[in-house]
């Protein structure tokens, strides 16, 4: 049910419910089904991968990381801000 619920969220899905998948590839039109079945295998195959649970601790670390590079951004906006403030002339 897990790969047929994403499946249904991509693009090649139809009103009707039927799933679309062209080929153009060669001239011919047994080449072109082969091929579109090796797409929708492909699709299956994507599809079927869960994605892991991220642990707490990897979560931590992406804080973290995303804190630091905000300070570091800051940090940057404030160098560039005090330059330009150096070259202006008061009138």
Not at 8 to 23: A, L, Q, Y
Not at 51 to 78: D, F, G, I, Y
């Amino acid at each position: 049910m897990y790969v047929y619920n994403v499946l249904k969220e991509g693009k090649r899905m139809n009103k009707k419910g039927e799933f679309v998948i062209t080929s153009t590839k060669t001239r011919t039109q047994k080449g072109n089904i082969d091929d579109a079945l090796l797409k929708l295998k492909q699709l299956i195959e994507e599809a079927s991968v869960v994605p892991k649970e991220t642990s707490e601790e990897q979560k931590e670390v992406v804080r973290q990381l995303q804190k630091k590079a905000n300070t570091m951004r800051l940090k940057e906006k404030m160098f560039n801000k005090l330059k330009k403030q150096s070259r202006r002339k008061d009138w």
